[in-house]
């Protein structure tokens, strides 16, 4: 079924929606969010919030995007869930992808200097805008959708070494973008 | 862990838009793609007649590969082919030819020289050594099965905004020789050897020669000019506003001289707004692409913000059909004159130019409508790619090869070195050499040599010079000429007492 067809039946409260939604996305999201939590069970309970979550904001939400959307409401879901639950055991899922990306934090400036959301996600955007396609594909599987490293290192035909070393320097690039922007977390 | 500010990050990355998740989607692939479109990259047409390396005071040469920051820090480990630098240089590449069946013997120099801690730093010598540069002079002896006139083409690593003085000069039989300029496809920055590899793939050579893209879309084009607005106490920063109401299905907007603006691609309003004192040009561009904007105003303001509205600042409209080809090609005689003289760029050919950055956005996307909603300021945007994207540039010149004889082609060029900006290894500048890689020559003999080596010291190589606590023992080393690749780090050696 189109998104279109699904998100007008959201629209109309009809609770086909959700079982529209689950057929075509569920797969989808669930894989997303076993890579951030690295539980089944919490995979599949995170994927039941993310329904619920999607009724109750569509409408007023008209995603231009379904999948996208889906895709954020599953992350922000897991990542709860993880700050609730899994924090203080280092599970691996967010707790890897977090402490990658800790790779990427500026140093901080010594101007003050709030933190704009816009500015930040300027910055981002930018600096995705410039990598290559595949550079971009390949920082996005890891840090939106969570893809494992040995995944990635078998998409690309890369040894886990190598493609580790290639996402250092992407995160090392981010920073240095996100420093020379003057961009304070 | 700093774990509140990590997920800022991570709720950032959460908010990148729709058509990076949706093209992050699928698996990554394992054969890199150049382009959507037919296979990249312009005939850029330069006469170079002349030693270009020499060049007076004043020129500033950027490095072809370099992106600041990006590198694993952990430190210069050398050339070896599963080991990467934080700023590759590329090797120095072997001649190729439109032509089968030429052989050739081949020599490669590396000539220090410009490490000898003595030399005066003039203005001849100074960047150079500030970069810790070696001459190299390729050097081959070519045949033919067939006599004839063969087209040749020398490869070097560049990108379109790296000084003109990058690039090598080509003699034959000790005549210098006039040389066209093609530029090759753009890819990811390489930062080892098998980064390089990957960057020229198969059949760089052609995709280089093939036809560009050109855009016939057509754009309704409103442009602002005759800007007026004084600075003052009360009108700091005097602003024109264009705001706008597009569908935001049908309708695709960017920007050219702008310096800012908000867009909310799924209501449909945006801005964009032009600081009089700080424009660009005398006129700022805005391009619709698709169904034209639903509703439009100008305002001035008082203030960069757009917060203090402004009676006297604003500026006249002027609503046209144009074609985001022609458009373009405006964009970049404009765009041309913000540059030095000796920047790679200027010598180009326009349309050449023009082709490139119709291929930028037809890479993003083969719906021009999306490809342009991806921008994330403006078609300047295209063009910092266009000249700062990574690629190999060849000259192409031709040679005559009687029968029975041989063809004595000399290449001089300037290569700067591979190296570590942090870590253990930021003492060191690799060198490295490509065998074969793109070419079509058969290589009967290959020999590599150096010198300058009071100059340096060696840190590793795997040429087979004999060396002794750094020293060079033996300058000149036959090569294995079906061997891809060898690799040497070299440092300044210490000043004698």
Redesign the interface.
């Known amino acids: 079924m189109e998104d279109t067809v699904i998100i007008a039946l959201y629209w109309e409260r009809n609770e086909r929606a959700i079982e529209e939604t689950r057929e075509k996305y569920g797969g989808?999201c669930y894989g997303i969010a076993l890579n951030l939590l690295h539980s089944p069970e919490d995979a599949e309970e995170t994927v039941s919030d993310t329904w619920h979550a999607a009724w109750n904001a569509i409408p007023p939400e008209?995603p231009?995007?379904l999948?996208?959307?889906l895709?954020?409401v599953v992350?922000?879901l897991s990542?709860s869930r993880w700050n609730r639950e899994h924090r203080k055991k280092r599970d691996p899922g967010i707790t890897e992808?977090?402490?990658e990306?800790?790779d990427?934090?500026p140093s901080p400036v010594t101007v003050e200097s709030a933190?704009e959301?816009k500015e930040?996600?300027?910055a981002?955007?930018?600096w995705?805008?410039?990598l290559?396609?595949?550079?971009?594909?390949?920082f996005?599987?890891r840090?939106?959708?969570g893809t494992p490293l040995q995944q990635?290192a078998k998409?690309?035909?890369l040894s886990p070494a190598?493609l580790a070393?290639k996402m250092?320097?992407?995160r090392?690039?981010l920073?240095?973008?996100l420093?020379k922007e003057g961009i304070s977390? | 862990?700093?774990?509140d500010?990590?997920?800022?990050?991570?709720?950032?990355?959460?908010?990148?838009?729709?058509e990076?998740?949706?093209?992050?989607?699928?698996?990554?692939?394992?054969v890199?793609h150049w382009g959507a479109w037919a296979a990249a990259a312009a005939c850029l047409f330069l006469l170079i007649g002349g030693w270009s390396f020499l060049q007076p005071l004043g020129f500033t040469i950027v490095n072809p590969f370099f992106?600041?920051?990006?590198?694993?820090?952990t430190g210069g480990s050398g050339g070896q082919d599963?080991t990467?630098y934080h700023y590759y240089a590329g090797p120095v590449l072997p001649l190729t030819a439109e032509e089968e069946g030429l052989t050739a013997e081949r020599e490669v120099e590396y000539d220090f020289s410009l490490y000898d801690v003595s030399l005066k730093d003039d203005g001849r010598y100074a960047y150079l050594r500030s970069r810790q540069a070696c001459l190299v002079t390729d050097s081959y002896m070519l045949t033919a099965g067939e006599p004839g006139t063969f087209t040749l083409y020398y490869p070097f690593a560049a990108t379109l905004a790296d000084d003109t003085a990058l690039v090598p000069t080509v003699k034959v039989n000790g005549e210098v020789v006039k040389t066209e300029l093609v530029a090759g496809p753009e890819?990811?920055t390489p930062?080892s050897w098998?980064d390089m590899k990957a960057l020229m793939g198969d059949d760089y050579l052609n995709r280089s020669l093939e036809a560009l893209p050109r855009l016939e879309e057509r754009v309704t084009v409103y442009a602002l000019s005759d800007f007026h607005g004084r600075e003052s106490k009360t009108a700091k920063n005097p602003t024109v506003e264009f705001a706008y109401t597009q569908d935001?299905v049908k309708t695709a907007v960017t920007t050219w001289g702008f310096n800012g603006g908000s867009n909310d691609?799924?209501g449909g309003k945006g801005s964009r707004h032009v600081s009089i004192r700080e424009r660009r040009g005398s006129t700022a561009y805005l391009l619709v692409l698709g169904e034209d904007l639903t509703d439009w105003s100008i305002r001035g303001y008082a203030d960069g913000a757009c917060e203090t509205p402004s009676e006297g600042v604003g500026a006249t409209v002027t609503k046209y059909e144009s074609t985001l080809g022609e458009m373009l090609a405006l964009f970049w005689k404009d765009y041309r004159g913000a540059f030095l003289e000796n920047k790679l760029q200027v010598l180009l050919n326009k349309n050449a130019l023009l082709g490139l950055s119709c291929g930028v956005l037809l890479?993003r996307s083969s719906n021009l409508l999306a490809a342009v909603r991806?921008?994330?300021?403006g078609l300047e945007?295209v063009f910092?790619?266009v000249l700062h994207r990574s690629r190999v540039l060849y000259l192409r010149f031709t040679a005559d090869i009687p029968a029975g004889e041989a063809v004595d082609i000399r290449v001089s060029l300037v290569k700067y070195p591979s190296y570590d900006h942090t870590g253990r290894g930021r003492e060191r500048r690799g060198f490295d050499l490509a065998g074969k890689l793109g070419s079509n020559i058969a290589f009967t003999r290959l020999e590599a040599s150096v010198t300058g080596t009071e100059h340096i010291v060696v840190y590793r190589q795997d040429f087979g010079f004999e060396t002794e606590n750094g020293v060079l023992k033996t300058t000149r080393v036959a090569l294995d000429p079906n061997r891809e690749h060898w690799y040497m780090d070299v440092g300044a050696a210490p000043k004698k007492k």
Do not use: H
């Open positions: 989808y008209k231009s995007s999948r996208a959307w895709g954020r992350r922000n990542l992808l977090l402490s990306l800790e990427c934090l933190l959301e930040l996600a300027a981002l955007d930018a995705l805008w410039k290559s396609r595949e550079d971009r594909r390949l996005l599987r840090y939106w959708y990635l998409e690309r035909g190598r070393q250092l320097r992407l090392r690039s920073k240095t973008t420093e977390l | 862990m700093n774990e500010r990590v997920l800022v990050l991570y709720d950032a990355i959460t908010a990148v838009r729709e990076y998740i949706e093209e992050a989607a699928a698996p990554c692939r394992k890199r992106r600041a920051g990006q590198g694993d820090g599963d990467a890819g990811d930062f098998e935001p691609l799924q890479d991806t921008l994330p300021f945007d910092d790619q």
